[in-house]
């Protein structure tokens, strides 16, 4: 079993990077619930958001 050069379980970067892309998706997802009023939409809108945040935020905060 690898360890990382930290020692932390999961590197400090790519925590910011997980938990800026679930407040997106947080957010994405109310605001969409408040327009549209249904669960499928909220979580379809919610899910995407998050999944194309973290690409996006892995090349903005770079290495």
């Known amino acids: 079993m690898s360890s990382s050069s930290s020692g932390a379980p999961l590197p400090i970067?790519?925590?910011m990077?997980?938990?800026i892309a679930m407040a997106v998706g947080t957010l994405v997802g109310i605001?969409?619930?408040l327009e549209?009023?249904?669960?499928p939409a909220t979580l379809l809108?919610?899910?995407?958001?998050?999944g194309a945040a973290v690409p996006t935020l892995h090349k903005i905060l770079g290495p």
Do not use: D, E, P
Not at 36 to 39: D, F, K, L, S
Not at 45 to 50: K, L, V
């Open 45 to 50: 809108a919610a899910f995407g958001a998050a």
């Open 36 to 39: 549209t009023g249904t669960w």
């Open 31 to 33: 605001l969409t619930y």
């Open 13 to 15: 970067r790519w925590a």
């Open 17 to 19: 990077i997980l938990v």
